[in-house]
Structure formats: C-alpha cells, structure tokens
Nanobody
Framework: QVRLVESGGGLVQPGESLRLSCAAS????????MSWYRQGQGKERELVAT????????IYIGSVKGRFTISRDNAKNTVYLQMNSLKPEDTDVYYC????????WGQGTQVTVSS
C-alpha cells in the first residue's frame, strides 16, 4: 500500500533553513508527481510545491518562490523540500502527497519559525 513518511521539521529562527524529506513506498515512485502541502491551525491546507516525475518540472506558490526548492531522488524514493530564508508565516504542518488513483498523505511534520 502507499506510504508516505515525512521528516526534518523543527524549530528554527527567522532566516534559517530546514530540509524536509518524504520517504515513499508502495507505488512506482519515479512515475508520479509529488507535492508538498502545508496547513496551519484554522487554515485550509495549501499546495506549496510540486515536482513532476522526471524531476525537471516544478511549480511553487508565490510566497515561497525563490526561497523553497523541491527535489526528488528516484533511486531513494524520496522527495525533499529545501526551505531557506524561513519566515514566521511559514510556520505550519507540512505534508507530503501523491495521487495514485486517489490522494494519499503523510502524517505531517511540524515546522515552527520563531525568534
């Protein structure tokens, strides 16, 4: 079955960096687009970034462009989100997601940006 496990969240100060990882299993990873979403308390879950199967095409929401980079390692069945110049408004739970006949989610990893 499809399984997504995120890691790498934590507490950082504004301007610092974090790299999130999502280990995937249960499907042919290299052929599927992978996405990162985030959700804060009382807010709707929003798409942050998507990387397509070949790893060369990506999309980002405007608020993270130039600061976040999504990448994938198809040999390791892992997708990453490198987050630089973090801001307090980036504080959220970050989720990895894939659509394999239906949408699957990981358990999420908390990112807190605070001084």
């Amino acid at each position: 079955q499809v399984r997504l496990v995120e890691s790498g969240g934590g507490l950082v100060q504004p301007g610092e960096s974090l790299r999130l990882s999502c280990a995937a299993s249960g499907f042919f990873f290299s052929t599927y687009a992978m996405s990162w979403y985030r959700q804060g308390q009382g807010k709707e879950r929003e798409l942050v970034a998507t990387i397509f199967s070949g790893g060369y095409s990506t999309i980002y929401i405007g608020s993270v462009k130039g600061r976040f980079t999504i990448s994938r390692d198809n040999a390791k069945n892992t997708v990453y989100l490198q987050m630089n110049s973090l801001k307090p408004e980036d504080t959220d739970v970050y989720y990895c997601s894939v659509v394999v006949q239906k949408k699957y989610w990981g358990q999420g990893t908390q990112v807190t940006v605070s001084s």
